[in-house]
């Protein structure tokens, strides 16, 4: 099996760490889902000109909320993947973006309304308020350097976020415009939660860019049950496997931590039909860089 080339440019990692964070300030907080009374997703935009902090597509900033936890100890940074690329959505090179889903949820026990207390934050910001960066963290979930390559992209709701960066970044960015064959794969609960739709559609005119959904309050599966992402890499098996086992393509997964094993599942029958062993195949494409997973 071919290896992922190595690169030719070094990767700002940590530049601002969390005992000397970055203060930098809130520009813009634009609701994504203003018609879905379940999803309060927000894209957000900070002013990164008063320091030095550089990133690329697929790292992560932390976010440190301000005030103190149950303990009276100061809130741990929370880290979020970066939805601009690395010269930011005003192209300057002086903004950072994320996309943020308010978490809010009853507890199974007390019954108690929990708030998450950096989605909350980060989605109540308002133009001109601070907010303290660290990062960029990530060495690992990035884009290749060969314009050639396959990507195959599979998200889960905000897990669009570094997609989007690399989205930018090939198809708006790139000197010469990617070459290779962009599928992506995205999960959702309802099309008022389809996220950046437009934008994304758009990239469509500018290369072999594919999108397939997976909407699970609308969509059924063949079992008649609801559709999600991994049931869409079921339906496009053969073909995927094919762009999986030519050693030019990688593969990049963000999202929910649960379609992991549905994905499994779905290259499972196809390794073993070519008298592969999936776990062992996909445990390779790991080791040789074509395989990533970012889940939470």
């Known amino acids: 099996m071919a290896h992922a080339a190595t690169r030719s440019v070094e990767i700002p ?12 300030k809130a520009l813009e907080n634009v609701k994504l889902t203003p ?28 976010i440190v909320p301000p005030g103190t936890d149950a303990k009276g100890k100061p809130h741990k940074l929370r ?44 989605c109540d910001l308002n133009p001109g308020d601070d907010v303290q960066i660290t ?32 989205l930018r970044h090939i198809y708006d960015e790139m000197d010469t415009p990617w070459q290779g064959k962009v599928w992506l794969f995205f999960g959702m609960q309802n099309s008022h939660s389809y996220l950046y739709q437009e934008e994304l559609n758009a990239f469509a005119a500018k290369g072999d860019f594919q999108i397939t959904t997976a909407i699970s309050r609308e969509q059924k599966n063949k079992e008649g049950g609801r559709m999600y992402v991994q049931h869409r890499i079921a339906e496009h098996s053969d073909e995927l496997w094919k762009l999986i086992t030519n050693g030019n393509t990688y593969t990049y997964i963000c999202g929910l931590r649960g379609m992991e094993d549905g994905i499994d599942a779905a290259f499972t029958p196809i390794a073993a039909a070519n008298n592969l062993s999936w776990p062992e195949y996909q445990k390779q494409l790991k080791l040789d860089g074509f395989w990533h997973v970012e889940t939470y």
Do not use: M, W
């Open 135 to 166: 990062g960029p963290a990530g060495k690992t979930f990035l884009l290749p350097e060969d314009p050639t390559a396959n990507l195959i992209l599979i998200a889960t709701g905000t897990g669009i976020a570094p997609f989007r960066a690399f």
């Open 13 to 24: 990692v940590n530049i601002y760490r969390p005992n000397n964070p970055y203060l930098g």
């Open 35 to 62: 018609n879905d009374p379940d999803n309060d997703v927000r894209h957000v935009v900070l002013d990164l000109s008063g320091g030095n902090l550089t990133y690329v597509e697929g790292q992560s900033i932390g």
């Open 79 to 122: 880290l979020y993947s970066i939805a601009s690329s690395r010269i930011g959505d005003n192209k300057d090179s002086q903004t950072v973006s994320l996309c943020v889903k308010r978490v809010v949820y009853k507890h199974p026990e007390t019954g108690e309304i929990v708030r998450g207390v950096a989605s909350n934050f980060i």
